[in-house]
């Protein structure tokens, strides 16, 4: 019996988007069942979880001594390895509820991981309890989760934006031609939030203030509404250690934020270098279709085209392209060819 075959028989195989942000789970025959952020909350003292998914995230930045708030995926990658465990076996019980079948797993992972660190997400899953793991490149699931024609010879460009990396490929005939993965992402833009406010403001703020700031008045491109973009931002001042209140415009959080978009935008570039000009030509009828939670940010698709001189499009689900892929790989008869990874 064929690979394709045994993985339709099952109404409890799972796609997941083990994400740097949050983990969504797609379950075949039912669609996306879980969408939670990838945080657990820990008691160090009494070594057990509090907390995983968006009760957890709730805490961060909030916890007494002897609570932590961890997110186990950094960079895309496991980090912690046992905290990431915990989170794969809560977020798998909570789908599969009180079956006892043991589902088989198709995760989507970055597509510029090692090999060790390939192992270990499959480790983690098979620990969670699944019966067989399988890794697909998260261009690719993000590629067919955005409905572009991967299976035909034709360019796909496709820019996946998540919490820790940015992937950036070119498809066709359901396989990899040029692609290339860079560790910066939405973290290293509230990263570069934080450290701007702290610099030009004098105030200390945290990992999930600065992600609202970018949510609520963050930029890639210039607009005529950009000066009456404004928000209230509370924190810690540097000098008075007492919390404090400034207001904060669109212009200066661009602003802040233009050294990790510039690498985002040149690995665009170098990919679109190095890319067959026949399939080159493809992009530029096509387009760049851009995924992930990153593409929410408002005139990011305006920059790449601006940069890049073709048109950019926004996937219709941006958050829940590689999840809906790895569902769609999981339900279609081009399972066997789009697999790169390994499994167990």
Excluded: W
């Excluded at 465990?85 to 977020?91: G, I, N, R, V």
């Excluded at 793991?133 to 998540?162: F, H, K, Q, Y």
């Excluded at 700031?213 to 210039?222: D, F, L, M, T």
């Amino acid at each position: 019996m064929g690979l394709l075959n045994r993985f339709s028989l099952s109404r409890n195989d799972m796609g997941i988007d083990l994400g740097t942000a949050n983990t969504l789970v797609y379950v075949s025959g039912k669609g996306i069942v879980l969408q939670e952020p990838s945080v657990v909350a820990i008691d160090q003292d009494l070594k057990i979880p509090l907390a995983v998914g968006e009760e957890a995230k709730k805490m961060l930045g909030r916890t007494p001594g002897n609570v932590i708030a961890v997110r186990p995926l950094r960079d895309g990658v496991i980090a912690d390895f046992d905290t990431a465990e915990l989170m794969l076996k809560t977020f798998i019980g909570r789908v599969r509820g009180k079956t006892l079948s043991q589902p088989r797993i198709i995760i989507g992972i970055p597509s510029g991981v090692t090999g060790v660190e390939r192992r270990a997400v499959i480790e983690a899953a098979t620990q969670a309890g699944a019966s067989e793991v399988r890794l697909i490149d998260e261009p690719i699931a993000a590629a067919i989760g955005a409905g572009l024609p991967v299976s035909e010879a034709t360019g796909n460009m496709i820019i996946d934006i998540g919490g820790g990396t940015t992937e950036v490929a070119v498809l066709s005939l359901q396989g990899t031609v040029i692609s290339e993965s860079v560790r910066v992402a939405g973290d290293e833009l509230n990263e570069a939030i934080i450290q701007y406010v702290k610099k030009v403001h004098n105030l200390v703020i945290g990992e999930r203030t600065a992600e609202e700031i970018k949510i609520q008045v963050g930029s890639a491109y210039p607009t005529a509404e950009d000066n009456e973009v404004v928000m209230e931002v509370r924190g810690l001042h540097l000098l008075s250690g007492l919390p404090r209140t400034v207001t904060i415009k669109g212009p200066e959080i661009r602003e802040s934020m233009s050294e990790p978009l510039s690498v985002i935008v040149e690995a665009v570039k170098r990919t679109l270098e190095r890319t067959p000009p026949e399939l080159a030509a493809d992009i530029i009828d096509r387009g760049i279709m851009l995924a992930g939670g990153g593409a929410l940010m408002k005139g990011l698709d305006t920059l790449i085209s601006h940069e890049t001189g073709i048109v950019t499009h926004v996937a219709a689900d941006p958050l829940c392209c590689v999840v809906l892929g790895t569902g769609r790989v999981l339900e279609n008869k081009m399972l066997e060819r789009v697999f790169s990874g390994q499994s167990r």
